[in-house]
């Protein structure tokens, strides 16, 4: 199946802190076809480093460029949606679209500010998941879908899920986070730290005005290494490295020798290829400051569900995740049974740590498809 993305302009758009983007396009793809009455939409929200592309074969995004690898050609999600996958689009229309401070053509870091003729770099605001949300309800206005059939995310995605829920509890029926939480960790806060430090800290950052240059890529190779050993587990890892030919690269002084390291030398050397580092800094940002009922605007998280009773929700938790423990996901179902909101919650289990949502369709598409289906 080849697709294209497709662009929407939404003009000017303030962030729930008040700085304002004076143009803003939204990169999004669709798949299946709206029904008359409007009523079949599925939006899935990509994960930290994912992009519109959820499903089919898209050889280039115009103005992406480079960053388009052959590893993005491939939808992220083939594997679930599609005619008689999990997500079916004989059944369903399904929308995925590029988060805001992105790098795969929705309006970030990368895109040239239309004040001054120049890439934005540090100028860019820091976005939190509601503005994400908030763009997106944009689309599905333009599309003209008052009420989704329902909303899936994986990891972040899943924290997406949360915010359309609760911010807009009118405008979706059925809930499926997947692997995710309602609030951040402090491992998390650890990890994310790390992470934008690594890239924060490199010569090569420039306080986030790197452009045209190549930026910082050691930093941002690091700060994906960092970040992959929480997405796979240690069995998988182990796994993958047992065929992984060792570089025995020299870095400062350090020469790679081990199948572990070469792995994850190479995962990070690869991500810097096709991700902004800037990108990466606003989506690890929306993700490290995520405060739910902050930002949606109640007391607390619990006071929000309520807003939810009249949705259904399918949880989803995989029994190796190391990213998002099982505990975020068993709190979550205990919330929402606190809350009087319809829950079910189902356990994956995988040797695959958190990724499994993204490679293994056939442990999720039953669960999937009685979700959507209604129950």
């Given at each position: ?34 029904s008359p009455a409007k009523d079949n939409a599925v939006l899935v929200f990509h994960a930290l480093s994912g992009s519109q592309h959820a ?321």
């Amino acid at each position: 199946m080849i697709v294209e993305t497709k662009f929407l302009d939404i003009g000017p758009f303030t962030t729930i802190k008040g700085k304002t983007i004076p143009q803003v396009t939204l990169a999004y793809e669709t798949y299946g076809t709206l029904s008359p009455a409007k009523d079949n939409a599925v939006l899935v929200f990509h994960a930290l480093s994912g992009s519109q592309h959820a499903a089919g074969f898209n050889p280039a995004v115009p103005g992406v460029g480079d960053r388009w690898t052959d590893e993005m050609q491939e939808g992220w999600w083939d594997g679930f949606i599609g005619p008689g996958k999990a997500v079916d689009t004989d059944r369903y229309f399904v929308i995925c679209v590029n988060y805001l401070g992105g790098c795969y053509g929705t309006t970030g870091p990368a895109s040239v500010d239309p004040t001054t003729g120049r890439p934005y770099g540090s100028s860019f605001p820091h976005v939190t998941m509601t503005d994400v949300v908030d763009t997106q309800m944009r689309l599905l206005d333009h599309l003209g879908i008052d009420r989704l059939h329902a909303c899936v995310g994986g990891s972040i995605g899943g924290m997406m899920c949360a915010v359309l829920a609760t911010k807009y509890p009118e405008r979706v029926e059925v809930v499926i986070p997947v692997a995710a939480g309602f609030e951040v960790t402090s491992l998390q806060v650890l990890h994310n730290f790390e992470q934008m430090f690594a890239i924060v800290t490199d010569p090569e950052f420039k306080g986030g005005d790197y452009y045209p240059g190549p930026g910082p890529e050691l930093g941002l190779a690091l700060a994906r290494m960092i970040g992959h050993k929480t997405f796979v587990s240690l069995t998988t890892l182990k796994e993958r490295a047992r065929d992984e030919i060792v570089q025995f690269e020299d870095i400062g002084g350090y020469r790679v020798g081990h199948p572990l390291e070469s792995y994850m030398l190479h995962q990070g050397q690869k991500f810097v290829k096709r991700f902004d580092a800037n990108s990466y800094l606003r989506i690890m940002n929306m993700w490290q400051h995520f405060d739910l009922a902050g930002e949606v605007g109640a007391d607390s998280v619990d006071q929000l569900l309520t807003r939810c009773r009249n949705q259904r929700w399918q949880v989803l938790t995989i029994d190796s995740d190391v990213c998002y423990y099982p505990e975020e996901q068993a709190d979550m179902v205990a919330r929402l049974k606190r809350a009087g909101v319809p829950v079910r919650w189902h356990t994956v289990h995988s040797e695959k740590g958190h990724d499994s949502f993204l490679i293994e369709p056939h442990l999720y598409t039953a669960i999937l498809r009685e979700a959507l289906a209604g129950w």
